[in-house]
Structures are given as structure tokens and as C-alpha cells.
């Protein structure tokens, strides 16, 4: 488990441009770690992941992409039912409040992962230290 920067994007929400980005990303070597996106009317939310979140402001910055940068707790979680209720009742039990979060895993496999944005990171890591 560890604090990452995530990035929030606001990308036209039209055929083509979460492919372009990540291609862009792609031929920068930068790789995607999680991904999330909301669609609005006319723009999307894109929040990322990333391995190397300074190479991409960069890239995003030539693009004229803006970003803003969060902190997010990224863990590593068991496929299996429960999980994500546990990771919540224990962030609430310590009043660690959950603004959002996204999380993926395939079928047959082990683990996934989840991202929370968190009122407070580090006591929010201190807390799932303990599963």
C-alpha cells in the first residue's frame, strides 16, 4: 500500500481522445497504473495513475492538457466479497472519510487493485497498515 500522486484530466468527451492520450502516454514509456473516467456533457474527468507522474505533466503540458494533482492511497486488495466493506468499515470506525474511490480485478485472479481519495491519506494508510 502506498500514497501516489493521481492525476484528474479534463478531456473532450468525444471518439478518440482517451485513445490519443493513451498513446501519447504510450510513446512516452509512461505506464498506466489506474484509470478512471466520468463523463459530463460535453468533457470527461480522466483520473490516472501513472509510474512516472512528472514525465507526464510534462507531456500533458506540451498537449495543453490541464491536470490537477492529488494524493491518492493505492492498495493492493483480495478478489473476493467483502473487501471493499472491510477497507471502508475500518476508514469509517477511525473517521476516515472515503471522497471516492475506483478498484478493478479479473476473474481467477488473486488480488486487484483499489484507489481511495481519502480526507487524510497518511492516518488512512496508518489505519489499513493493519488488515
Same mark, same amino acid.
Request: with cysteine; aromatic share 4%.
Given at each position: 500500500m502506498q500514497i501516489v500522486k493521481q492525476l484528474a484530466l479534463f478531456l473532450e468527451n468525444k471518439p478518440g481522445t482517451l485513445a490519443n492520450l493513451c498513446r501519447a502516454l504510450s510513446d512516452a514509456e509512461i505506464n498506466i497504473l489506474a484509470l478512471s473516467v466520468a463523463d459530463a456533457v460535453d468533457h470527461a474527468v480522466v483520473r490516472i495513475v501513472v509510474d512516472d507522474t512528472q514525465k507526464t505533466l510534462h507531456l500533458l503540458g506540451e498537449h495543453g492538457v490541464m491536470a490537477v494533482e492529488? +494524493? $491518492?492511497?493505492? =492498495?493492493? #486488495? +483480495?478478489? &473476493? /466479497?467483502? $473487501? =471493499? !466493506?472491510? %477497507? !471502508? +468499515? &475500518?476508514? !469509517?470506525? &477511525?473517521? $476516515?472519510? %472515503?471522497? *471516492? #474511490? *475506483?478498484? #478493478?480485478? =479479473? /476473474?481467477? $485472479? &488473486?488480488?486487484? @487493485? @483499489? %484507489? =481511495?481519495? @481519502?480526507d487524510d491519506p497518511k492516518k488512512a494508510k496508518r489505519v489499513l497498515a493493519s488488515r
Open positions: 492529488r +494524493d $491518492v492511497l493505492m =492498495l493492493k #486488495a +483480495d478478489n &473476493k /466479497p467483502g $473487501v =471493499l !466493506a472491510e %477497507i !471502508a +468499515d &475500518k476508514l !469509517a470506525e &477511525k473517521k $476516515v472519510n %472515503i471522497e *471516492y #474511490a *475506483y478498484c #478493478a480485478s =479479473l /476473474p481467477g $485472479v &488473486k488480488h486487484g @487493485v @483499489v %484507489i =481511495l481519495r @481519502v
